[in-house]
């Protein structure tokens, strides 16, 4: 039973679904957003294919993210600025929160033991998000 492809976004690099399997993030070069496989009924409320472009900067390139599994709401990402946590509820605007200055590489959730790991020319360091 094959269904018809529908076009959600166009120049898409990374994409990601929670853990909960309700939404899936999607980045491109320069926003991160959301896409809503499910009714989400807590806020920010978004019916089922519901869009939301959470945050975009044409000062810097997003490099790579990952949800914050803990939540579900929060998505960790790489940019050439440094590594930030966003949250996916943007009433009021965007809330960003800066985890560090550096870029990696690239970056990896690991929910067992609820940190962030970053690789970097240097080698692999780890953050814990609480």
């Known amino acids: 039973n094959a269904e018809e492809f529908k076009l959600i976004e166009t120049g898409v690099k990374n994409i990601a679904m929670d853990s909960g399997e309700e939404k899936l993030f999607f980045m491109k070069q320069n ?9 989400n009924n807590y806020q920010p409320f978004q019916k089922r294919e519901g869009t ?7 000062d810097t ?3 790579n993210a990952v949800w914050y599994q803990e939540d579900n709401a929060h998505i960790i990402l790489n940019t050439a600025s440094g590594v930030f ?3 996916i509820d943007t009433r009021g605007g965007p809330r960003i929160a800066e985890l ?3 870029s990696a590489k690239t970056i990896f959730w690991n929910q067992q033991e609820k940190k962030l790991y970053l690789i970097r020319d240097t080698g692999i360091e780890t953050l814990a998000i609480e």
Not at 31 to 39: P, S, W
Not at 52 to 58: A, E, G, H, K, W
């Open 52 to 58: 939301q472009i959470l945050f975009q900067s044409s």
């Open 31 to 39: 926003a991160v957003g959301v896409f809503y496989l499910k009714d």
């Open 100 to 102: 560090d200055l550096q």
């Open 85 to 87: 946590l966003l949250d």
């Open 61 to 63: 390139a997003f490099l």
